[in-house]
């Protein structure tokens, strides 16, 4: 090889490998690469001439012009969290709520030129919205009926947001609170509620008491005086049938007028032996002279008699 073929060989390398930037450059400057979940808004002069959502590369050979430029717009989703918004319930309570906003680009251009800062205007339509619709709800409403609510927000903010070309899909109420006087009043209520229902409770459960007692009373005596009822009845069948056989009923009377007998308080004389004493000392009845009792008054003493006779 001669030192001529040697130096076109050496400068078709040099010339080759410069070439390869330059095509790479040619080829970035006449493609556009769009991503997934992303569109690519071309525009000449200001003016959109052509839109590629279709994620790969495409040629496009305008793109090299110097008044041809392109913007890029995520079509991923997104969110937006709107922290201590205030808002008045229907009662004139200010109510602060944080909202969770999702959604999505759907129509690049409007998003890029029908409105000059869509986020800004979104805060604003958010504001509006949780105060026209919020604002016709009490304190309660607004706690138990979250998820409702959410929806009617995000009707009414997509109804708005279909100008700007996004689309609203989901609004939800985080957290809900009142400024601390009011939360203090509040509770302040809520336990004088408490109380009351307290009190409610407790009276209503001493009446029940007072009532079943009564009632438990009365059937006690119910049953006490038909008991009490009954034993008659069946010591008159007993007599009844006693009464039919005479000498056991004898000697049930019998031993009956004995059981009577309280042995520490009652006396029984069952009368003197022979020589003790006689029947008329016993009735202390003065004799008169012949031997013979008369019915005379009784001395004053019992001594008395004994003198005398």
């Known amino acids: 090889m001669s030192s001529g073929d040697a130096m076109q ?33 071309v525009t000449s002069f200001g003016k959109l001439v052509k839109t590629f959502t ?24 997104d969110f937006r969290h709107f922290k201590n918004v205030h808002v008045n319930d229907e009662k004139g309570t200010t109510v602060i709520v944080d909202l969770w906003v999702e959604f999505r680009v759907a129509d690049p251009a409007r998003a890029i030129f029908s409105v000059a800062d869509w986020n800004r205007s979104l805060t604003n339509l958010v504001a509006h919205a949780a105060t026209s619709i919020l604002g016709s709800r009490d304190f309660r409403q607004i706690l138990n009926d979250r998820t409702e609510l959410g929806t009617l927000l995000q009707h009414d903010i997509q109804n708005e947001t279909k100008r700007w070309g996004l689309e609203i899909e989901l609004v939800f109420i985080r957290n809900v609170s009142v400024l601390p006087e009011v939360s203090r009043q509040m509770f302040e209520a809520i336990a004088a509620r408490l109380e009351r229902a307290k009190a409610h409770v407790e009276e209503i459960g001493r009446l029940q008491v007072a009532q079943l007692e009564a009632d438990t009373a009365r059937r006690v005596a119910d049953l006490v005086a038909e008991a009490k009822g009954q034993y008659p009845a069946a010591i008159g069948r007993a007599l009844a049938e006693l009464k039919t056989k005479p000498d056991v009923y004898e000697a049930y009377n019998e031993l009956y007028d004995l059981s009577l007998v309280r042995p520490h308080r009652t006396v029984t004389f069952r009368g003197f032996d022979g020589g003790e004493l006689r029947a008329i000392d016993a009735a202390m009845i003065v004799p008169s002279t012949d031997g013979a009792s008369n019915g005379g008054p009784l001395p004053a003493r019992a001594d008395s008699v004994l003198k005398r006779s």
Not at 63 to 77: D, G, I, N, Q
């Open 9 to 41: 060989l050496v400068l078709g390398v040099v010339i080759g490998l410069a070439l390869v930037p330059l095509g790479a450059l040619a080829m970035r400057g006449l493609t556009m690469e769009v991503e997934d979940e992303e569109a690519v808004l």
């Open 54 to 77: 279709e994620p790969g590369l495409h040629v496009y050979a305008p793109k090299a012009l110097p008044w041809t430029k392109h913007t890029r717009v995520s079509l991923r989703r």
